[in-house]
């Protein structure tokens, strides 16, 4: 059993998860981060260790290291970490859409992935928060998958293609529909409306699609083919012609 865990970040990934593992009983020894400061707030939020050099890192009966890290960084953070006395330990990184791969110069690896997007301020229901894994030995795989119902309801094992699929979904749900969101604050901010006056709307459709196929649950003037609104439409976003445009993309693909 996983008790014993270290992360290397201290990010929004890594300080909600590691938050949810001592919340859940685990022991969070320490915190690595290039920026001294940031690694010993986090640090001093779960209880553990803040540090900044590798060498520091304290792997004797260390059960799992966590690289919370930028996509970017995760090929660095394991080429330092293969010239470290880890081999002992299992090392996971959680991104979505990064390769197992990346981890090759460690003997044991996976892939603990949590579905959800972080934000300061806010502190997610980490039991319906997906955690996707993945592990190259069948033991560590179930360790990690022990690991994850421990912090969450769903737990899924998923193969890397698996895992691209659904951080590209996630980025069409999430991104792009708060990118969308966005350029409906400045709409009504253009009439000095309120964005809140969109909140039923939003929270209504969100509802609408649990338990139901969102294409059954599809409304609007493209729909309907009323093309005069359509037109009224396109005609009111003249003077933005980047939101005129993605306006004419999404209207030909509910049509189609």
Same mark, same amino acid.
């Given at each position: 059993?996983?008790?014993?865990?270290?992360?290397?970040?201290?990010?929004?990934? @890594? %300080? +909600?998860?590691?938050?949810?593992?001592?919340?859940?009983? #685990?022991?969070? $020894?320490?915190?690595?981060?290039? !920026?001294?400061?940031?690694?010993?707030e986090l640090a001093?939020?779960?209880?553990?260790?803040?540090?900044?050099?590798?060498?520091?890192?304290?792997?004797?009966?260390?059960?799992?290291?966590?690289?919370?890290?930028?996509?970017?960084?995760?090929?660095?953070?394991?080429?330092?970490?293969?010239?470290?006395?880890?081999?002992?330990?299992?090392?996971?990184?959680?991104?979505?859409?990064?390769?197992?791969?990346?981890?090759?110069?460690?003997?044991?690896?996976?892939?603990?992935?949590?579905?959800?997007?972080?934000?300061?301020?806010?502190?997610?229901?980490?039991?319906?928060?997906?955690?996707?894994?993945? @592990? %190259? +030995?069948?033991?560590?795989?179930?360790?990690?998958?022990? #690991?994850?119902? $421990?912090?969450?309801?769903?737990? !899924?094992?998923?193969?890397?293609?698996?895992?691209?699929?659904?951080?590209?979904?996630?980025?069409?749900?999430?991104?792009?529909?708060?990118?969308?969101?966005?350029?409906?604050?400045?709409?009504?901010?253009?009439?000095?409306?309120?964005?809140?006056?969109?909140?039923?709307?939003?929270?209504?459709?969100?509802?609408?699609?649990?338990?139901?196929?969102?294409?059954?649950?599809?409304?609007?003037?493209?729909?309907?083919?009323?093309?005069?609104?359509?037109?009224?439409?396109?005609?009111?976003?003249?003077?933005?012609?980047?939101?005129?445009?993605l306006y004419?993309?999404?209207?030909?693909?509910?049509? @189609?």
């Amino acid at each position: 059993m996983i008790q014993t865990i270290s992360i290397v970040g201290a990010g929004k990934v @890594a %300080t +909600h998860l590691s938050k949810r593992l001592q919340a859940c009983g #685990l022991h969070i $020894r320490q915190i690595y981060s290039r !920026q001294l400061e940031d690694a010993q707030e986090l640090a001093t939020a779960v209880n553990a260790q803040g540090i900044n050099r590798w060498k520091d890192l304290q792997f004797s009966g260390l059960d799992l290291l966590i690289i919370a890290v930028k996509d970017q960084a995760i090929p660095e953070v394991a080429q330092q970490l293969s010239t470290l006395p880890s081999h002992a330990t299992l090392i996971v990184h959680t991104s979505g859409s990064s390769p197992l791969n990346w981890l090759n110069a460690l003997p044991r690896r996976g892939i603990f992935y949590p579905l959800q997007s972080f934000s300061p301020g806010r502190e997610p229901d980490f039991n319906q928060i997906p955690i996707c894994m993945e @592990a %190259t +030995h069948p033991a560590d795989q179930k360790l990690l998958f022990e #690991l994850g119902q $421990r912090i969450s309801h769903k737990v !899924q094992i998923t193969s890397e293609a698996d895992r691209r699929s659904l951080h590209l979904a996630a980025i069409f749900v999430n991104n792009f529909a708060n990118h969308l969101y966005q350029i409906a604050a400045e709409i009504l901010a253009e009439r000095q409306l309120p964005f809140d006056l969109l909140l039923p709307l939003i929270q209504e459709t969100a509802a609408k699609i649990q338990g139901h196929d969102p294409v059954e649950m599809q409304t609007g003037p493209a729909l309907r083919g009323d093309r005069a609104t359509i037109e009224r439409h396109l005609d009111m976003l003249e003077e933005h012609p980047e939101w005129r445009e993605l306006y004419g993309v999404f209207t030909a693909l509910i049509r @189609a």
